[in-house]
């Protein structure tokens, strides 16, 4: 055998044998397992730069961010939310060969079809191997009556596992999900289960990303977050509860084997996982009212970008208002007191007019405000009517006197009203 010569017969191509290994695992759960340890492992890297109590801390915010996240992702596509398994079992093996075989038939149901598994006991029966696990799918619309090209993806593939002749017992389980009659729509009520439910569990992960992100920022939003991820996990196992059977689903094969169905894996993690994440919300919501800078030091955030807003803004309003009142009071007393001898002006133009302008109060300074404020609407006040026009160059001197007092009130933040600057100047119309 040369160097170019192995696995080669008569000078071809070098040819390999197909290996037929039976299908132990479902890719996409391996998959998503396969990605959670990898990122767990590159978080839990960075540990040992850590000091004190901060490693154990960051390693337990670690671990149950990412088992919430695992669990949402796995119940949502795993296919082990209801599961029936009989051993032992003597049925027909395929049509037109008349034989019967002893078998291990599963079912296990999922959010968006079934995998059924026929495993035979040996596996080595009538000179070939017996390990099949076939995926039949719901997903999409439910599609007309009958198995035509407009019906549903289940009756579709059910047809075409019939074509291929697969074995009977296979056919005889994905034949129950094909019924869509009266009270018989055992298809079309898990259809719907698993509708409802993976709609939940998709709106928790978006849930689960914003807790995450608020425990960096306000500790009560991001309870309140976790809140809504477990509500959202816990009614997708209701729901999957109540409205997948209107009639219990009994699949038999004789008397002492007939398949009963019970809640999986699946729906246990969903369960206990949404349940977690109640009992979580409450207890960081609890501490964050009793003992803010416990679970501030416990999240490694500051416990100040969590307060209400100072309160400064009343209080320099307030001192404004007090200084303009004491002016107020001194221009009136003088007004009064020398009103009769005070000459009145002669000219004025319209600088002079404006000027008195520079008097308006400074405008009020913001307060500090949080995280979340910043994006609330602005408090506007309502707009000040325009100032008076200016006097004209034919206008009499007390015309021209009665709009600079008006622009004056103007600038203190009044209406100007001619009959009240007549009171307060002490004389009558």
Known sequence: ?????AFRKNGAPTFYESVKTPFEADILESGLIFCIVILAFSFYIVLP???GKEVLFTFIRITVSLFI???????NFAMSWEESVITNTITKYKAGTGKDITAEIGLHIGLRGVNITLKGEPEMQLNETINYNEHFSWEWRQGRLGFGPFAGRFAREYRAAQFRGLPLPVLWIAEYFTFDGEGVRWGRFYRQAGWYTHILLWTAFPLWVLANILFFVLLRYGAYMLLLTGICMVSGNIIWATVRNFNTLVIPFSAEHMMKFTFSSAFWLCLITGILCLILGIVIYILDLRWPRHIATFFNVDVLQDSEEIQVEEIHATEVEENNDEDEDEDVEKRTNGASNAPRPTTSNDDDIYDVRFDIPAPKMRSERTFTQRFQKNRRKTKRPPPPPP???????EEAYENAEAVRFYAKGKRANPRDVQLEMGTSA
């Open 49 to 51: 730069g850590m000091r």
């Open 391 to 397: 006097p004209q160059e034919n206008s009499s001197e």
């Open 69 to 75: 996240g695992a669990s949402i992702l796995l119940s």
């Open 1 to 5: 055998m040369g160097l170019y010569t």
